[in-house]
């Protein structure tokens, strides 16, 4: 009987994402280990997700690590006072709020081929 291939993914999200991703994936029937860690050029906390999981289980897991943790645009709404055209001329201390897009999350995923893999 051949054994089925196994795979280890190491996936880094933003610290932000690691909740919803595990959750995620704890519904869907994979186990995860979870390490905090820093990096990056901000040194803004990040999640290190470990999966091991059977090779042919490999798209499903990275298509949830993409939809929890993927990069993606929101709008944020930043105070400002003055004018709302922005010339800077505040006639009063009024302030308004001016939408803002901007790109959040995003995963770095790295996928080890591995020789054995047992649950106990």
Excluded: C, W
Aim: net charge negative; hydrophobic share 40%; glycine share 10%.
């Amino acid at each position: 009987m051949e054994e089925k291939k196994s795979v280890m993914i190491l996936s880094i999200v933003q610290g932000n994402d690691g909740d919803e991703a595990i959750r995620e994936l704890n519904e869907h029937g994979f186990n995860v280990t979870l390490l905090s860690t820093t990096g990056g050029f901000l040194r803004r906390k990040s999640t290190t997700l470990l999966i091991g999981t059977e090779e042919d289980k490999l798209q499903e897991v990275l298509g949830l690590l993409k939809a929890t943790a993927g990069r993606r645009k929101i709008t944020e709404f930043q105070t400002t006072t003055g004018y709302p055209d922005g010339s800077g001329l505040a006639m009063s201390s009024a302030s308004h709020a001016v939408p803002v897009e901007t790109e959040v999350g995003g995963a770095v995923v790295f996928v080890m081929s591995l020789d054995k893999f047992e649950r106990f």
